[in-house]
C-alpha cells in the first residue's frame, strides 16, 4: 500500500516533468532558445531554477543520511553546499555574466582567446558532470528499491530515460521552466514533514539530542540483511537471527558478544526495545557524544578532513557547469547577483530540515544504520514516525520530493554536459547543432549509468563531494583567475587545470582503490582539495608569468566589459553585446 | 543615470584655454574603452575595490566557521557545549549559520551595486 502511494507520487512528478517539456518546446524555436532559455527570467524565479537544479539526491537524502551516521561532523556539508554559493556570488556571478559566455568552455575561449583551453576546459566540465551523474543515478537506484523493492539498477534507468525524453523534447528553456518548479516541489516535500516528525519526536520520547546519540532500537525491530555485512557490536545484545551469524546456521535466540559479527545476505536479526543498533564496521557510524559532538569520530585528522571537506564544497560550487550556465539567464550581471544572492537564501532555507531527518531517523528508523541503507532515511522517516494515512501522505510527498531531485539535477548536468560535447566533440562531425545536441545526450547520460553500476557506492554526499574536488580544484582557478588577475594566459590556464584535475582524480581514485591506508596519507588522498587547489592555483600562476606574450593582447578591454555595469556603453570593449 | 553619455558630441573642447597644462578633453568612458593610461588607473580601481568587497564578503562567512573549527580542534570543552537541549555545534552549524550567510549576500549585492554606481557617476562627470 505504502509502495502503491509512493510510486505514483513518483510517477506524477515523471508525468508534470515530462508534460511541461513537451509543452514548452513549442515555444522554443531558435537554436539560441534551444541552448540557452531566453534571458528574460526574473531574478527570484532564475533563483529557483538554479536552487532546484542544485538540489540534488545528495542534498535531499544523501545529507540526512550522513548526519544519521556521523553526526556533528556531517552539518559541514550542508554548510558547505550553502556557503558555496556565497563564493560564487561575491567573486564570480556578475562578472561572468558580463562576459557573455554560455558556458564554462565559452568563457574560457573567450578570455583567453585560445581554442586549447577551451577544449582542456571541456574535458573538466565532462568529467565534473559525469562525477556528479553517477551518485544521481545511484541514488535513484536505492530509492527506487527502498520504496518498491525493485533491482538497484532499475531506479538509474528510469531517471536517464526521463532525462533523455526531456531533452528531447525541449531543451534548456523546457529546464528553465521545469527546475523552478521542481525547487517549490521539493522545498514542500522536505519541510512539511518536519513539523510532524518533531511532533512525533516530542511524543515518542524525551527530546533530547543526547537519546538520539546513543542510537538504541525504539521497539522491537526486525532488520532483513540484503548483503553480507560484518557488523560492529558495542555492547552484548540478545538477538533472534534466522539465517547464518558468523558461518553458523541460527534459528533462534542468539547472544552477540561485543566485537564482529559476519551477517550472511538474507539473514533476519529481531532486536528487543532498548538494544544498542550495531553497524557495519565499514560504514563509519558514530554514537553517544562522538556522534553528538564534533572532531571526536574515528576518523584520523577529521580536523585536516573537515577543512579540507569545506574548502572542496565552498569552492567546488562556483566550477559546477550546471549551475554557472543558469547565469546567462539573467538579464544582466546585477541581476546575475541578486539571483545568487536569492539561491543562498532558498538552499539554505532547505537545508535547515535533512539535518533533523538525520537526527530523528536514529530514533525511528535505526534499522538502516544496521543495512547501511541510511541514504534512504528522508523517504522511510515519516510513515514510520508518524504512521497511518497521513504518514503515508507524508511519505508519497517525500519520494516526489526525491524524484524531482534526481530529475532536476540530472537534467541540468546533462544538458551541460551534452552541450560540451556537442559544441566540442560532435560538432565537428554534425553540422546541425539541434541534430548534434540531441545525439549527444546519449553518451552524456550512459555513461554514468553505466560507471554508476560498475562503481564503488558511497554514500551519496561523499559521491558528490568527489565531483565538488574536481571541479574546486580545476574550474574554479580558471574562472578566479579569468575574472581578477589580467596576466592569466592560456597555457597558464590549461596547465592549473591539468595540474587540479590529474592531481585530484588520481588522489580520489587512490583513495577508492586502496582504501586500506591510514594516517596522513589517508587523510590527504581522501579530501585532496586543500592541498591539490594550492598547487593548480600556483601552476596557472607561474605559467602564465613565464608565457606573457602568449596573453590576450586586448585583455584590458575584456575586463572592462566584466568588471563595469551594462549601462555603461564602450564602443570597442562592448559591442553590441547589449541584453534584449 | 547614465542614458545619455556626452561621449561622442563633445569631441572638440572650444575656448582660448591653450594651457600648458593638459587638462583631459576626452570623456572618461573613452578613455577607459580606449585603454590609455588614465582608463586603466580608473579601471583597476574598480576591479580592485569590487574585489576587495568580494573578498570581504568571503571572509566575513568563511572567517567565522574556521573560527568554529579551530576552536573545537584546540579546545575539546568547546564541542559539547550546550544551548537549551542542544548543542552549541548544532545551532551554529545546522540553523544560525544560514540567515547570517543569506545576510552577508545581501550586504555585498548592495555595496557591489554602490561601486559601480560610483564608477558611473565618475565616468558622467567629465
Given at each position: 500500500?505504502k509502495a502503491?502511494?509512493?510510486?505514483?507520487?513518483m510517477?506524477?512528478?515523471?508525468?508534470?516533468?515530462i508534460?511541461l517539456?513537451?509543452?514548452?518546446?513549442?515555444?522554443?524555436?531558435t537554436?539560441?532558445?534551444f541552448?540557452?532559455?531566453a534571458r528574460?527570467?526574473p531574478?527570484?524565479?532564475?533563483?529557483?531554477?538554479i536552487?532546484?537544479?542544485?538540489?540534488s539526491?545528495?542534498?535531499?537524502l544523501?545529507?540526512?543520511?550522513?548526519v544519521?551516521l556521523?553526526?556533528?561532523?556531517a552539518l559541514?556539508?550542508?554548510v558547505?553546499?550553502?556557503?558555496?554559493?556565497?563564493?560564487l556570488?561575491?567573486?564570480v556571478?556578475?562578472?561572468?555574466?558580463?562576459?557573455?559566455?554560455?558556458?564554462?568552455?565559452?568563457?574560457?575561449?573567450a578570455?583567453?582567446?585560445?581554442?586549447?583551453?577551451?577544449?582542456a576546459?571541456s574535458v573538466?566540465?565532462?568529467?565534473?558532470g559525469?562525477l556528479?551523474?553517477?551518485?544521481q543515478?545511484?541514488?535513484?537506484g536505492?530509492?527506487l528499491?527502498?520504496?518498491l523493492?525493485?533491482?538497484?539498477?532499475?531506479g538509474?534507468?528510469?531517471?536517464?530515460?526521463?532525462?533523455?525524453?526531456?531533452?528531447?523534447?525541449?531543451?534548456?528553456?523546457?529546464?528553465?521552466?521545469?527546475q523552478g518548479?521542481?525547487?517549490?516541489i521539493?522545498?514542500?516535500?522536505?519541510?512539511v514533514?518536519?513539523?510532524?516528525?518533531?511532533?512525533?519526536?516530542?511524543g515518542?520520547?524525551?527530546?533530547?539530542v543526547r537519546?538520539?546519540?546513543?542510537?538504541k532500537?525504539l521497539?522491537?525491530?526486525?532488520?532483513s540483511?540484503?548483503?553480507?555485512?560484518t557488523?560492529?557490536?558495542?555492547?552484548?545484545?540478545?538477538?533472534?537471527?534466522?539465517?547464518?551469524?558468523?558461518?553458523?546456521?541460527?534459528?533462534?535466540?542468539?547472544?552477540?558478544a561485543?566485537g564482529?559479527h559476519?551477517v550472511?545476505?538474507?539473514t533476519t536479526?529481531?532486536f528487543?526495545?532498548?538494544?544498542?543498533?550495531?553497524?557495519?564496521?565499514?560504514?563509519?557510524?558514530?554514537?553517544?557524544?562522538?556522534?553528538a559532538f564534533?572532531l571526536?569520530?574515528?576518523?584520523?585528522h577529521?580536523?585536516y578532513?573537515s577543512?579540507?571537506?569545506?574548502i572542496?564544497?565552498?569552492?567546488g560550487?562556483?566550477?559546477?557547469p550546471h549551475?554557472?550556465?543558469?547565469?546567462?539567464t539573467n538579464p544582466?550581471?546585477?541581476a546575475a547577483?541578486?539571483t545568487?544572492?536569492?539561491?543562498?537564501g532558498?538552499?539554505?532555507l532547505f537545508?535547515?530540515?535533512?539535518?533533523?531527518?538525520g537526527a530523528?531517523g536514529?530514533?525511528?528508523?535505526?534499522?538502516?544504520?544496521?543495512?547501511?541503507?541510511?541514504d534512504a532515511?528522508?523517504?522511510?522517516?515519516p510513515?514510520?514516525a508518524?504512521?497511518g494515512?497521513?504518514?503515508q501522505?507524508?511519505?508519497?510527498?517525500?519520494?516526489?520530493?526525491a524524484?524531482?531531485?534526481?530529475?532536476?539535477?540530472?537534467?541540468g548536468?546533462?544538458?551541460?554536459v551534452?552541450?560540451?560535447?556537442?559544441?566540442?566533440?560532435?560538432?565537428?562531425?554534425?553540422?546541425?547543432p539541434?541534430?548534434?545536441?540531441r545525439?549527444?545526450?546519449?553518451?552524456?547520460?550512459?555513461v554514468?549509468?553505466l560507471?554508476?553500476f560498475?562503481a564503488?557506492r558511497?554514500?551519496?554526499?561523499s559521491?558528490?563531494?568527489?565531483?565538488?574536488?574536481?571541479?574546486?580544484?580545476?574550474?574554479a582557478p580558471l574562472?578566479?583567475?579569468?575574472?581578477?588577475?589580467?596576466?592569466?594566459?592560456?597555457?597558464?590556464?590549461?596547465a592549473?587545470?591539468a595540474?587540479g584535475?590529474v592531481?585530484s582524480?588520481?588522489?580520489?581514485?587512490?583513495?577508492?582503490?586502496a582504501p586500506?591506508?591510514?594516517?596522513?596519507?589517508?587523510?590527504?588522498?581522501a579530501q585532496?582539495?586543500?592541498?591539490?587547489l594550492p598547487?593548480?592555483?600556483?601552476?596557472?600562476?607561474?605559467?602564465?608569468l613565464?608565457?606573457?606574450?602568449?596573453?590576450r593582447?586586448?585583455v584590458?578591454?575584456?575586463?572592462?566589459?566584466?568588471h563595469?555595469?551594462e549601462?555603461?556603453?564602450f564602443?570597442?570593449s562592448?559591442?553590441?553585446?547589449?541584453?534584449? | 543615470?547614465s542614458g545619455?553619455?556626452?561621449?561622442?558630441?563633445r569631441e572638440?573642447?572650444r575656448?582660448?584655454r591653450?594651457?600648458v597644462r593638459r587638462?583631459p578633453?576626452?570623456p572618461?568612458?573613452?578613455?577607459?574603452?580606449?585603454q590609455?593610461?588614465?582608463?586603466?588607473?580608473?579601471l583597476?580601481?574598480?576591479?580592485r575595490?569590487?574585489?576587495?568587497?568580494?573578498?570581504?564578503?568571503?571572509?566575513l562567512?568563511?572567517?567565522?566557521?574556521l573560527?568554529?573549527?579551530?576552536a573545537?580542534?584546540?579546545?575539546?570543552?568547546?564541542?559539547?557545549l550546550?544551548?537549551?537541549p542542544?548543542?552549541?555545534?548544532?545551532?551554529?552549524?545546522?540553523?544560525l549559520?544560514?540567515?547570517?550567510?543569506?545576510?552577508v549576500g545581501?550586504?555585498y549585492?548592495?555595496l557591489?551595486?554602490?561601486?559601480e554606481?560610483?564608477?558611473?557617476?565618475l565616468?558622467?562627470?567629465?
Open positions: 500500500m502503491v502511494s509512493a510510486a505514483l507520487a510517477l506524477a512528478v515523471v508525468v508534470i516533468t508534460g517539456a513537451v509543452f514548452s518546446t513549442r515555444r522554443a524555436r537554436t539560441a532558445d541552448f540557452v532559455a528574460a527570467v531574478p527570484w524565479w532564475n533563483a529557483s531554477a536552487s532546484g537544479e542544485y538540489l539526491a545528495a542534498s535531499f544523501g545529507i540526512a543520511g550522513l544519521m556521523g553526526g556533528a561532523d559541514w556539508f550542508p558547505g553546499y550553502a556557503v558555496g554559493f556565497v563564493l556570488l561575491a567573486l556571478a556578475a562578472p561572468l555574466r558580463r562576459s557573455g559566455a554560455y558556458t564554462v568552455p565559452d568563457f574560457a575561449e578570455r583567453l582567446a585560445s581554442r586549447g583551453a577551451r577544449l576546459t573538466a566540465v565532462v568529467a565534473i559525469w556528479y551523474l553517477v551518485p543515478l545511484q541514488g535513484a536505492l530509492a528499491r527502498v520504496l523493492g525493485t533491482p538497484i539498477w532499475v538509474g534507468l528510469v531517471v536517464a530515460a526521463t532525462v533523455l525524453a526531456v531533452l528531447a523534447s525541449g531543451g534548456m528553456r523546457t529546464a528553465t521552466l521545469v518548479v521542481q525547487y517549490w521539493k522545498l514542500f516535500a522536505i519541510a514533514p518536519v513539523v510532524f516528525l518533531i511532533a512525533a519526536w516530542h515518542a520520547a524525551s527530546p533530547d537519546a538520539l546519540a546513543e542510537a532500537f521497539q522491537p525491530t526486525t532488520v540483511m540484503e548483503a553480507t555485512t557488523l560492529q557490536v558495542e555492547e552484548p545484545t540478545e538477538v533472534v537471527a534466522v539465517g547464518q551469524v558468523d558461518g553458523l546456521a541460527s534459528q533462534g535466540p542468539l547472544l552477540l561485543p564482529r559476519a550472511e545476505a538474507g536479526l529481531a528487543p526495545t532498548g538494544a544498542a543498533v550495531p553497524t557495519p564496521v565499514d560504514s563509519q557510524a558514530l554514537s553517544g557524544p562522538r556522534w564534533p571526536e569520530g574515528s576518523a584520523e577529521s580536523g578532513r577543512l579540507a571537506l569545506m572542496a564544497l565552498f569552492f560550487t562556483m566550477g559546477l549551475i554557472l550556465v543558469r547565469l546567462y544582466d550581471g546585477r547577483r541578486r545568487a544572492a536569492t539561491v543562498v532558498l538552499v539554505g537545508y535547515l530540515a535533512p539535518t533533523v531527518y530523528l536514529r530514533l525511528f528508523t535505526p534499522e538502516l544504520m544496521v543495512t547501511g541503507s541510511s532515511v528522508v523517504l522511510l522517516l510513515q514510520r508518524i504512521g494515512v497521513g504518514g501522505l507524508l511519505g508519497a510527498l517525500v519520494a516526489a520530493g524524484a524531482a531531485a534526481f530529475i532536476t539535477t540530472a537534467t548536468l546533462t544538458v551541460s551534452t552541450g560540451v560535447l556537442s559544441q566540442d566533440l560532435m560538432g565537428r562531425f554534425i553540422r546541425e539541434v541534430r548534434a545536441f545525439l549527444a545526450a546519449v553518451p552524456a547520460v550512459l554514468p549509468l560507471l554508476g560498475v564503488a558511497l554514500p551519496l554526499a559521491a558528490v563531494s568527489l565531483a565538488f574536488t574536481v571541479a574546486a580544484t580545476t574550474i574562472l578566479l583567475l579569468g575574472i581578477w588577475w589580467r596576466r592569466l594566459t592560456a597555457p597558464g590556464a590549461v592549473g587545470l595540474v584535475g592531481l582524480l588520481a588522489a580520489i581514485g587512490l583513495a577508492t582503490l586500506s591506508t591510514s594516517g596522513w596519507p589517508s587523510a590527504l588522498l585532496p582539495a586543500a592541498w591539490v598547487l593548480s592555483v600556483a601552476a596557472a600562476v607561474l605559467v602564465s613565464l608565457t606573457p606574450d602568449r596573453a593582447p586586448d584590458w578591454r575584456f575586463m572592462v566589459r566584466l563595469t555595469p549601462t555603461l556603453e564602443k570597442r562592448r559591442p553590441q553585446e547589449q541584453a534584449p | 543615470m545619455e553619455r556626452p561621449s561622442n558630441r572638440v573642447v575656448g582660448p591653450r594651457d587638462r578633453t576626452r572618461v568612458a573613452t578613455e577607459v574603452d580606449e590609455t593610461a588614465l582608463g586603466q588607473v580608473y583597476r580601481a574598480l576591479i575595490s569590487q574585489l576587495r568587497l568580494g573578498l570581504a564578503a568571503v571572509a562567512v568563511v572567517l567565522p566557521l573560527g568554529v573549527l579551530a573545537a580542534a584546540m579546545w575539546p570543552q568547546v564541542r559539547s550546550q544551548v537549551g542542544l548543542p552549541l555545534w548544532w545551532l551554529l552549524l545546522g540553523l549559520v544560514y540567515p547570517a550567510i543569506f545576510g545581501w550586504w549585492v548592495r557591489a551595486q554602490r561601486n554606481d560610483r564608477f558611473a557617476a565616468l558622467d562627470e567629465e
